[in-house]
């Protein structure tokens, strides 16, 4: 295999945007170097990190510059790599779940997109959201519930009992609106939009689009666009 790029996430895995003044490359290298230091809740050298300069932007009358960061904890970054390496593959590179979605929607009709649009990648362990536009990414966030959560409130115990979503499920949730790890996305969902609307003012949201395992459920784009 050729140019694979290995996606990981998860809680060691730390994906943020931030914007700058403008300031020469060199200089940014030094900035996220201490933006990642800051933000770090163990040593520096037990991180692997690297960032992807966006757009610019205009906010509060300035122009700025969007950089994304990414870190992530180094066993991990190995682990992963090890792990493919027994399959034969090398990858060219390692990158962050929210970092696949964002690449993918820059080669799609709607990253063009005039209007405001959202995305939840509803992952096994992780939720991922982004809100974009016009070609710019506005906002992105990890949420830390996922598939595998959903389904287990339908399990209650149950090994490997077979998923059956539809009302009066024995031991569990009798509807969609009733899990609630999902009744968690939507709560950090609003939240999220309420942020994003005080920070982008006149960007109203005006679709939700939804990705990953999570699309398995019914009726779950209706229940979070609701």
Known sequence: FENVVSLVRGRDVRTRILSFPPMPRKEIAGVVEREVRKDAAVPIEDLIFDYSLLRMVRER????????IVSANRDLVYENINVLRTFGIVPAAISAISC???????????????????L??????ISTMLIFGNETLYFQREIFTGYDDMKASFEEGEEEAEMDFGPGVAGGPSSIEEIPSL???ATELKRSFLYYKQQFRGNIVKKLYVSGEGIRLPRV??????
């Open 221 to 226: 784009d209706e229940f979070l666009a609701e």
């Open 100 to 118: 696949g979605l964002y690449a993918s929607l820059a080669r799609s009709s709607i990253w063009s997109s005039g209007e405001a649009v959202a």
């Open 183 to 185: 009744q968690r996305v």
């Open 120 to 125: 939840i990648d509803i992952g096994a362990n």
């Open 61 to 68: 009358g300035q122009d700025k510059q969007q950089v994304m």
